[in-house]
């Protein structure tokens, strides 16, 4: 277990953002004729707007953070700081955007935004011609639908004021440096909080097929945004990916590995459904069960959990429980997997662990694994069993990591 915790606190800890963000802005630094804004975005909004301020000072003449409840750490030189709904907007969502959007408006030519996004982005950012209630259930359809982050975000592009290279346009020409934490496989700045600084490239009839495939249901007035111009070049953006799953990855390998274990890193782009990850990954754990040497295969990615069931959970929770049958009776291996912002899905804890004994633990507290998935209620069961990675908002966002561990017997 000691590996566990070092692993994870390696990891997170090499994944905030903050040197990352002060190396961008020195790199890259600001030099406005007129006055210096800033707008932070997402889940690392708040450490993010900390490291910027750190290094541009009373340059700065105004900055609004956006963050998710619970992940601010305080007052922050020349800020407002808004904490608003995660993963569905609500109505601190829409007030927050709007004070944004009269600071952003203020600006000149001669100014100069320093826009800092990271995950959670896309319902902590909104302005939309829709209602509230309708934008919360079209976000609650999807994100239960199994569609994957890129096909939702292509969903709420077409539906928002701000997403979709539309908050660019918006404050053009002021120019723009984007600083972006990467919570999106391959790094793909269009789907990165739903793309607000980014061009768009997914079509009307992509859009289309999305709501087609997972039976959204839409009024006539969402159907028609749909159908709306979007930008397809924006020329006053400059954009700088500062973290990724990748980095996250490679700092659990060296933990991994100082304390003796061979390490595969077998892939950053896991985007299944998260019951399978977990299947594959306990497949993988008995294979390697026997081996003499100390290993530890790494895989990072974000899957999906579509909705089935009314209980509590996230989709690393689902993976541990998933992975938990095929790894019975192996004394000598553990599986974990954990969101790196802290929050996995809609609850307070950030992962699941389980062992050899965690299927017998469970069956004794009463949870039998395949109902607990189908009924999506992996919180409880994990912990009753002590089973929960508990890390609290840790201020990056750069997806999930799971890791095997197995020791020679």
Same mark, same amino acid.
């Given at each position: ?184 496989? #391959?790094? !793909?700045?269009?789907? %990165? /909080?739903?793309?607000? $600084? ?9 859009? +289309? ?103 509590? #959970?996230? !989709?690393?929770?689902? %993976? /541990?429980?998933?992975? $938990? ?9 553990? +599986? ?74």
């Amino acid at each position: 277990m000691n590996t566990v915790r070092a692993i994870i606190s390696r990891a997170l800890g090499d994944a905030r953002p903050e040197a990352a963000v002060r190396k961008a802005l020195l790199i890259d630094p600001p030099h406005p004729a007129g006055h210096l804004y800033l707008l932070a975005i997402g889940k690392a909004a708040w450490s993010m707007t900390k490291a910027a301020q750190d290094v541009v000072g009373d340059r700065l003449k105004k900055g609004i953070v956006i963050t998710k409840y619970g992940h601010s750490e305080g007052e922050i030189p020349h800020c407002e700081i808004y904490e608003a709904g995660h993963p569905v907007p609500d109505e601190n969502t829409l007030t927050s955007t709007t004070s944004a959007l009269h600071m952003t408006d203020q600006m000149s030519a001669d100014d100069h935004l320093i826009f800092l996004i990271s995950g959670g982005g896309s319902s902590l950012f909104e302005n939309s011609d829709l209602s509230l209630a309708e934008l919360k259930s079209i976000n609650k359809q999807l994100l239960g639908s199994g569609a994957d982050i890129s096909e939702i975000n292509t969903i709420r592009k077409r539906l928002s004021n701000v997403k979709g290279g539309q908050f660019a346009l918006r404050c053009a020409p002021t120019h723009i440096t984007s600083i972006i934490l990467s919570d999106v496989l #391959g790094d !793909r700045l269009e789907s %990165i /909080a739903s793309g607000p $600084a980014y061009p768009v490239s997914e079509t009307t009839g992509e859009a +289309i097929n999305i709501v087609e495939k997972y039976h959204l249901k839409l009024s006539h007035q969402a159907r028609a945004l749909l159908y709306k111009d979007m930008p397809q070049i924006l020329d006053n953006v400059t954009s700088h990916i500062v973290g990724s799953v990748s980095g996250l990855m490679k700092s659990a390998a060296q933990v991994a590995e100082h304390h003796g274990f061979e390490t595969v890193l077998l892939t950053d782009t896991a985007d299944c459904e998260a019951r399978e990850l977990g299947r594959l990954l306990g497949a993988v754990a008995r294979t390697h069960a026997g081996s003499d040497k100390k290993k530890a295969f790494l895989i990072g990615g974000e899957t999906v959990v579509t909705l089935k069931g009314s209980g509590s #959970g996230g !989709r690393n929770q689902e %993976i /541990a429980l998933a992975a $938990a049958p095929y790894i019975e009776g192996l004394d000598n291996v553990v +599986i974990f997997s954990f969101s790196s912002d802290g929050t996995d899905g809609p609850t307070d804890a950030a992962g699941g662990l389980v062992d050899g004994e965690s299927l017998q633990q469970l069956r004794a507290k009463g949870f039998e694994p395949a109902d607990v998935l189908s009924e999506n209620n992996s919180y409880p069961a994990l912990q009753a069993i002590d089973g929960l990675i508990m890390t609290g908002p840790t201020g990056t966002n750069v997806n999930d990591l799971s890791v095997i561990l197995i020791v020679p017997r």
